[in-house]
């Protein structure tokens, strides 16, 4: 963490916002951006300060707080995802329908709801006008039908059977990072004292 945390804030002159609160835990799967506003799933690896702190770090952005306590699933967007301007991928499940409920209680925007038949369907990002998601083989039939119906915009497909089996999912392998006169701003708790001995990184103006 100290390396990542030089990169953004040597290499990159990112924004980096320290959370403050010491008691705050704030997992990034919890945190879905829409584009518009942000919803922050609380009750598992997200607290209220964690909630509180991304509220904090964004403030030109509506955050929501949504209890995630009782679904299954261990991140927000394990079963939410963005799929297309305006449109979020849902996956199936009644306790999945009653986090929906809430975050369509809360929000500042209306969002066509995409209904996939497993989270595996669910699992894709959104970005840049382009959306990643994976294979056939992996999706199933029935969702990768659903996104040659409704999603018209430009698509990627990509395999990740073997990282499945770790658990490892598309919104989670991917950092999006632009370089822009203003950078959005990256949330941490990482301290001074937290880049110990073993950090080697060293820039170098030879570096091109």
């Given amino acids: 963490v100290g390396e990542i945390r030089k990169v953004l804030k040597g290499d990159l002159r990112m924004n980096v916002v320290e959370i403050q609160n010491a008691k705050a835990t704030l997992d990034g799967g919890d945190v879905?951006?829409?584009?518009?506003?942000?919803?922050?799933?609380?009750?598992?690896?997200?607290?209220?300060?964690?909630?509180?702190?991304?509220?904090?770090?964004?403030?030109?952005?509506?955050?929501?707080?949504?209890?995630?306590?009782?679904?299954?699933?261990?991140?927000?967007?394990?079963?939410f995802n963005m799929a297309g301007k305006n449109v979020m991928a849902v996956a199936p499940g009644p306790d999945v329908q009653g986090v929906l409920r809430q975050m369509q209680d809360v929000a500042d925007y209306p969002y066509h709801v995409m209904q996939m038949d497993s989270r595996m369907g669910t699992d894709m990002l959104y970005t840049n006008g382009h959306l990643i998601h994976h294979v056939r083989q992996e999706m199933g039939d029935k969702s990768y039908g659903t996104l040659d119906e409704k999603i018209l915009g430009p698509r990627h497909h990509t395999q990740l059977t073997e990282l499945a089996k770790v658990g490892g999912t598309i919104s989670s392998l991917a950092i999006l990072i632009a370089r822009t006169r203003n950078p959005k701003r990256i949330v941490s708790n990482i301290q001074d004292e937290d880049l110990g001995y073993f950090t080697m990184w060293k820039r170098s103006d030879q570096m091109h």
């Fill in 32 to 79: 879905l951006f829409t584009g518009k506003e942000i919803f922050v799933g609380v009750g598992k690896r997200t607290n209220e300060a964690g909630a509180q702190a991304v509220a904090e770090a964004f403030p030109e952005y509506a955050v929501s707080k949504v209890n995630f306590a009782n679904c299954e699933a261990l991140h927000l967007k394990d079963v």
